[in-house]
């Protein structure tokens, strides 16, 4: 189970929640950051979690935005046989986010993510996003859009990955080696 650490706990040589919120394609760039950083970081709170430890488990129900600050995770899909794969790996000094469509809609998780070592993370739930949107609004639609294209550039990859392996599977069949 993660553990909620006092903003004041962050490592030093992370930078600040403010550097890193600031430095997220997110939220870089947006005009009016200056105005409302500080209502951004209020959202966030820092949780810690273990080596081996899910963040998120494919198939539940999202709330959340994570921001990975320190360590490395793994994203892992299930397969139809209930086998899981590695995705990709992310590294914190990266930055890295995932979850975000949580912020939006309260769908069942696409993937799990596993801590590889002791990993932070920032994390802003649906219900502090919806506050700071009410209070921020114009802001708030600049995220919106930017998860919409971001979502939208997923599902582009989703269907020529799909495209390919349809190809793969069509010329497979008329080759005549599938017996």
Known sequence: ?????????????IGSVEEILHSLKLFKGID????????????F??????LDERLINEGDTGDSLFVLCRGKVRILKTTVTGDEYRVVDLDGAEHAYFGEMALLTADKRSASIMAL??????VATREK???????????AIEVVKRIAVRMAEHLKRANEDNAT????????VSSGKHS
């Open 32 to 43: 009016g950051f200056e105005e409302v950083h500080s209502d951004l970081c209020a959202m």
């Open 117 to 122: 070592e002791e990993v932070d993370c920032l």
């Open 165 to 172: 392996l349809y190809q793969a599977l069509i010329e497979e």
């Open 129 to 139: 996003f919806d506050a700071f949107s009410k209070k921020n609004p114009l802001f």
């Open 45 to 50: 709170e820092l949780r810690a979690f273990s």
């Open 1 to 13: 189970m993660s553990n909620v650490l006092a903003i004041e706990e962050f490592n030093e040589g």
